[in-house]
């Protein structure tokens, strides 16, 4: 249980099972200290063995009045625990800032204008008091084309607001996943934050991902599946450069073949990552977590434990570069699939965060996708770690 007794830090967990009681505790911790109000908002990652609508109800419940948003995870973590089925919350308190939340349903025939309608009402209920804004992303887990959502964003941020986020996840089953806020929960949904500041916040993202495979030329594409990749199948192409030793008919092949995802160049020098879905199209291709578009350039990609943990330093570290004075709160977004690589030394990835940050409370939660867009990228990511500095 939460000491009441305990330093006001603007972050908790709990890994109580019921539903409702695990809701209430984690807010209630990452309250502490503080007497919430309409103004404020708590975000909160749960695992997805709860009750979410329970869950989500009670959590609201306690931080009444200010609004409780959030999404399911595969395993959330603060700067003090790891919480691998549980759920984890974090204050974001209206001290100099504002926040918008707009929570909607996914049209599937208009991805984009989804997200856009709820980008541009979140920002119209922050306002533009303050000088900086950032605009924070949760989706659901299984919306076709992730790319489709950093596109409606994008129609409002433009490139003068950086956004952040991360892909609701459901402990890798790929079977449903959701969001709530606004008084409702929903498995279809877009979350979208309008974070106005009067001071700067920093977003980054980055992996610990090297290519090792030769540069490969897109030639056939549709949506998320890429059917030939320099003129052949696909899963051939990919399976040549992979190093072979992999069998697609393997039942555990999606779990393999997270040690081996494609980059994208970009207009920065490094790689946006993307990992296979959860099933092989017939054909011979290959279906990505998110579309890349014919005569892109992709490479496999490999890395190791150091390098994974590195990526998720620098991230941290790039993150509170932007910043004016030390960070008040981290929120991380990692990718699920960095907890089976990572084994046993998931927890270090979390510490390397925590060893740039002079102290800041951490809250964060493992996802089917990362989004950061600061520039010279499409905003969305895998296998990476995401990052909004406070």
């Known amino acids: 249980m939460t000491d009441p007794r ?190 106005n500041s009067a001071r700067p916040m920093g977003v980054s993202v980055d992996h610990g991902w090297r290519p090792i495979g030769k540069p490969m030329l897109v030639t056939r594409a549709e949506g998320t599946v890429v059917h030939e990749l320099d003129g052949i199948p696909a899963l051939e192409a990919y399976l040549s450069e992979q190093g072979g030793g992999l069998d697609p008919n393997d039942p555990d092949f999606f779990l393999k073949v997270m040690g081996s995802p494609v980059g994208l160049p970009n207009a920065r020098g490094r790689y946006d990552v993307r990992q296979l879905h959860a099933y092989l199209p017939e054909g011979g291709g290959i279906n990505l977590n998110v579309g890349v578009s014919e005569q892109s350039i992709v490479q496999v990609m490999s890395t190791d434990d150091e390098a994974l943990i590195e990526g998720a330093r620098r991230a941290a570290e790039e993150a509170v570069h932007e910043l004016s004075d030390k960070a008040r709160l981290v929120l991380v977004f990692s990718c699920g699939s960095r907890v089976p690589l990572l084994g046993d030394r998931v927890r270090d990835e979390v510490d390397a965060i925590s060893s740039v940050l002079d102290g800041a409370p951490v809250c964060g939660f493992y996802t089917f996708g990362e989004f950061a867009r600061t520039t010279g990228s499409t905003g969305v990511h895998n296998s990476s770690v995401s990052i909004l500095a406070l």
Do not use: M
């Open 6 to 195: 305990a330093t006001p830090r603007g972050v908790g967990h709990s890994h109580l099972a019921e539903s409702e009681a695990a809701g209430r505790e984690s807010v209630r911790a990452a309250l502490t200290g503080h007497q919430p109000t309409a103004e404020d908002v708590v975000v909160l990652f749960a695992s997805i063995d709860y009750d979410i609508e329970a869950l989500y109800r009670a959590a609201a419940a306690e931080a009444a009045p200010a609004g409780v948003f959030g999404c399911t995870s595969t395993g959330g973590f603060t700067d003090a625990e790891q919480v691998q089925s549980g759920c984890v919350a974090a204050l974001l308190a209206a001290e100099e800032s504002s926040f918008g939340v707009c929570h909607v349903e996914r049209d599937d025939d208009d991805i984009a204008g989804s997200a856009r309608r709820a980008a541009d009402a979140a920002r119209e209920a922050a306002g533009d008091r303050h000088a900086h804004s950032v605009l924070l992303l949760l989706t659901d887990g299984l919306t076709p084309d992730q790319r489709e959502i950093a596109r409606g964003a994008y129609d409002v941020t433009t490139a003068v607001v950086p956004f952040v986020g991360g892909v609701a996840a459901d402990s890798l089953k790929w079977e449903r996943t959701y969001t709530f806020g606004n008084d409702r929960v929903l498995s279809n949904g877009i979350v979208a934050v309008w974070i």
